[in-house]
């Protein structure tokens, strides 16, 4: 009897509400799971950039979140720095949707559409 108390409980929960579904207010760019890395490790920005190959100043935007993750940029931190390049993708991916789903005018425009799509 106490179990099937709880499974109606467990079954009324909102999926949404469960801690591991719960989206952040704040999205997370990659770039600053990556500079929080790089520090771990004491590598400098410049000596990363360097073995990259690529601009420091690129470098620079991508870990303070002013440029995004782009796959080009995800294996050639994936090859400097062994994390998976799908990882890193799939988090820009996530800070992009986030981030757009927050702004009010797109937002607005979303709906706008959903209700004229329902007459069609």
């Known amino acids: 009897m106490y179990d099937s108390?709880?499974?109606?409980?467990?079954?009324?929960?909102?999926?949404?509400?469960?801690?591991n579904n719960l989206t952040p207010y704040e999205p997370t760019h990659p770039g600053e799971v990556l500079k929080e890395e790089i520090e771990f490790r004491g590598i400098s920005q410049r000596k990363l950039a360097s073995q990259m190959g690529v601009a420091y100043s690129v470098l620079n935007e991508v870990l303070n979140c002013k440029r995004p993750v782009?796959?080009?940029?995800?294996?050639?931190?994936?090859?400097?720095?062994?994390?998976?390049?799908?990882?890193?993708?799939?988090?820009?991916?996530?800070?992009?949707m986030q981030t757009i789903?927050?702004?009010?005018s797109w937002s607005d425009r979303l709906d706008k559409i959903r209700k004229t799509a329902v007459v069609l």
């Open 70 to 96: 782009t796959t080009e940029y995800a294996l050639l931190f994936e090859a400097a720095l062994d994390i998976e390049a799908e990882m890193l993708l799939r988090m820009q991916s996530r800070f992009n």
């Open 101 to 104: 789903r927050q702004n009010k």
């Open 5 to 19: 108390i709880i499974m109606i409980k467990i079954e009324g929960i909102d999926p949404h509400m469960i801690a």
